[in-house]
T-cell receptor, first 116, second 113 residues
Framework: GAVVSQHPSWVICKSGTSVKIECRSL??????MFWYRQFPKQSLMLMAT?????????EQGVEKDKFLINHASLTLSTLTVTSAHPEDSSFYIC????????????FGPGTRLLVL | GENVEQHPSTLSVQEGDSAVIKCTYS??????FPWYKQELGKGPQLIID?????GEKKDQRIAVTLNKTAKHFSLHITETQPEDSAVYFC????????????FGTGTRLTIIP
């Protein structure tokens, strides 16, 4: 149980284009999902907290107009990187918390983004 | 906000020996402390967690201890195996409704066959 999927697993795009990443909780409902960013050999940095049916809460320094988050259902959250640039290249990971459970966050497998 | 420090950054252990990773946190309101294992190119996998009303928790070869007074918690892996090689992250968060996780900087554990 507690499986979280992400799609795509990796994506290469040209500078200036937008990329959408999906995060799904497969066997539970998640009222709250989280989006993280991880650079090579570094820790996970929280970008935003996504609550179903409401606007996401962004961490300080994260541009909400650049990283659009939508959490339209209890099993799906999306992160759209708009007008991507090479510095946006990173490993993006989502996590989800079971709405019936406790503080435990289950992580997806991550999406590697490379912007050329 | 919360600050989590993790040591050591790298750890090499002979197969069969034990490994210990330590973390300290700054916010006394934190009460949930998970440990994640991350293999190369994959997302973090929850391996064990502990809440502040418990001092120790064990799951087969893995154990976590928590000292709330000193604000530190540790991961213990016994009888290490090559498949234990990975990066391990500790984290801390607050109560239900404030579950934002603050991660440590990670420990790269290498098990030497």
């Amino acid at each position: 149980g507690a499986v979280v999927s992400q799609h795509p697993s990796w994506v290469i795009c040209k500078s200036g284009t937008s990329v959408k990443i999906e995060c799904r909780s497969l066997d539970f409902q998640a009222t709250t999902m989280f989006w993280y960013r991880q650079f090579p050999k570094q820790s996970l940095m929280l970008m935003a907290t996504s609550n179903e049916g409401s606007k996401a809460t962004y961490e300080q320094g994260v541009e909400k107009d650049k990283f659009l988050i939508n959490h339209a259902s209890l099993t799906l959250s999306t992160l759209t990187v708009t007008s991507a640039h090479p510095e946006d290249s990173s490993f993006y990971i989502c996590s989800a918390r079971d709405h019936r459970g406790t503080e435990t966050q289950y992580f997806g497998p991550g999406t590697r983004l490379l912007v050329l | 906000g919360e600050n989590v420090e993790q040591h050591p950054s790298t750890l090499s252990v002979q197969e069969g020996d034990s490994a210990v990773i330590k973390c300290t946190y700054s916010d006394s309101a934190s009460n949930y402390f998970p440990w994640y294992k991350q293999e190369l190119g994959k997302g973090p996998q929850l391996i064990i967690d502990i809440r502040s009303n418990v001092g120790e928790k064990k799951d087969q070869r893995i154990a976590v201890t928590l000292n709330k007074t000193a604000k530190h918690f540790s991961l213990h892996i016994t009888e290490t195996q090559p498949e234990d090689s990975a990066v391990y992250f500790c984290a801390a968060s607050g109560r239900f409704g404030n579950e934002k996780l603050t991660f440590g900087t990670g420990t790269r554990l290498t098990i030497i066959p």
